[in-house]
Every structure is written in structure tokens, then in C-alpha cells.
């Protein structure tokens, strides 16, 4: 069975720049998450859609980045304009609903911005 | 909210012997704990987890070991091997999807 699927893998765009990472969930997962990561640092929620929802989008920063899951399974991070501070690896991750189990993660978009 | 602190952030050990990282969490509430191993370039993994009405939990050469009153979970590998070398995290989850992360340990097994 497929795993998290990401892409792009690398990202390297200047500062102002627009960037889009797209994920494809474990099939039948209807939990989706975007995780950013810094370096040397856990996870942190972006964002999480049950289904086609967004449950929790209290941690995106709404003024440059959006989010998107249409038809409930591939989803999209934008940023737009990207800055300097938006270096970091992007995680997408899916789960099953119901209680608190496995996170299943994608390999990450790491995005370099200059 | 829950605030997860991990350590040590480092941690070295030569190969056979065993590491033990150790996770302290404010949040009563949490009712899951997970840990994730993630290697260069590659996404966290769960490699073992342990849920709130148990106090071990042990798969083969990883065990966890959790006290909620002290409100603190250790994870512990024995007969370390090289391939163990990886960052470590782990979780305190509270309901069915508020995952927070510790900051990580960076493990290196010395062959």
C-alpha cells in the first residue's frame, strides 16, 4: 500500500515568491495534517481537515498561507508571499478517524526561501 | 495547553548499550503517547506508543514506560544498533487529534 505521498520534494524560491505543496493521503484516511517543522525542532500543526473540512486552523497564519483539501482526499499548502522565516520542512501526514492513533507521514517538502 | 519537554537533545552510546529519553508533559488531559523515529530526510515514523490506562509497554528491544502522576513517559532501547541512529520524538496527545511534539534527540549509536 502507498504511503503519504509529497511533492515537491525541495523547494528553493526567493523571498516574495509564491510556493505550493500538494499531498496524497493513505487511501481511506480522512484525517489529513500539515505539520511544519524547523530545524531541530518537533512537528507543529498547521492545519487539519476531517474530510474536506478544516477542524482546526487556529495555528495557519492566514494573512500568507492557505490551505485546501477539495473532494476530501489530495490537499494543498500555499504561501504567498513567502518570507525568509518560511524556511522549513513541510510534513502532510494522514490518520484514521476516531481515537488517537498513528500519524502516518510523508517524506516533507523541505522549502529553502532566499 | 499541553507543553511536551524531551531529553536529553543529544545522546551518544556505543553499540550493545542501551538509551533511555525521557518526556514530561503538563497536560493531564493526554490521554495517548506516541514516539517517532525520523531518519535524514525522511518523515517521523511511530516506532512504539502507550496509551493513558497503561504504565509499560515493550516490543522487542523498545519499551516505553509511562507515569501519570509524575506526568512523565521514557522511552528505553536495549542492545543499541547502528541503525537506531536517528531523531527520536516524542507526543502527548490530548482527545483523538492534538498531537505536541517534544524538541527531539538526535541518537548516535558508535560502531
Known amino acids: 500500500e502507498a504511503g503519504v505521498v509529497q511533492s515537491p520534494r525541495y523547494k528553493i524560491i526567493e523571498k516574495k515568491q509564491p510556493v505550493a505543496f500538494w499531498c496524497n493521503p493513505i487511501?481511506?484516511?480522512?484525517?489529513l495534517y500539515w505539520y511544519l517543522q524547523n530545524l531541530g525542532q518537533g512537528p507543529e500543526l498547521l492545519i487539519r481537515?476531517?474530510?474536506?473540512?478544516?477542524?482546526?486552523d487556529s495555528q495557519l497564519p492566514k494573512d500568507r498561507f492557505s490551505a485546501e483539501r477539495l473532494k476530501g482526499v489530495d490537499s494543498t499548502l500555499k504561501i504567498q508571499p513567502a518570507e525568509l522565516g518560511d524556511s522549513a520542512v513541510y510534513l502532510c501526514?494522514?490518520?484514521?478517524?476516531?481515537?488517537?492513533?498513528?500519524?502516518?507521514f510523508g517524506e516533507g517538502s523541505r522549502l529553502t526561501v532566499l | 495547553g499541553e507543553n511536551v519537554e524531551q531529553h536529553p537533545s543529544t545522546l551518544s552510546v556505543q553499540e550493545g548499550d542501551s538509551a533511555v529519553i525521557k518526556c514530561t508533559y503538563s497536560?493531564?488531559?493526554?490521554?495517548?503517547f506516541p514516539w517517532y523515529k525520523q531518519e535524514l530526510g525522511k518523515g517521523p515514523q511511530l516506532i512504539i506508543d502507550?496509551?493513558?490506562?497503561?504504565g509499560e509497554k515493550k516490543d522487542q528491544r523498545i519499551a516505553v514506560t509511562l507515569n501519570k502522576t509524575a506526568k512523565h513517559f521514557s522511552l528505553h532501547i536495549t542492545e543499541t544498533q547502528p541503525e537506531d541512529s536517528a531523531v527520536y520524538f516524542c507526543?502527548?496527545?490530548?482527545?483523538?487529534?492534538?498531537?505536541?511534539f517534544g524538541t527531539g534527540t538526535r541518537l548516535k549509536v558508535l560502531a
Open positions: 507526543a502527548a496527545v490530548e482527545g483523538t487529534y492534538k498531537y505536541i
Open positions: 502507550i496509551r493513558s490506562n497503561v
Open positions: 487511501s481511506g484516511h480522512n484525517t
Open positions: 501526514a494522514s490518520s484514521l478517524q476516531g481515537a488517537p492513533g498513528e500519524l502516518f
Open positions: 481537515y476531517e474530510n474536506e473540512e478544516a477542524v482546526d
Open positions: 497536560d493531564s488531559a493526554s490521554n495517548y
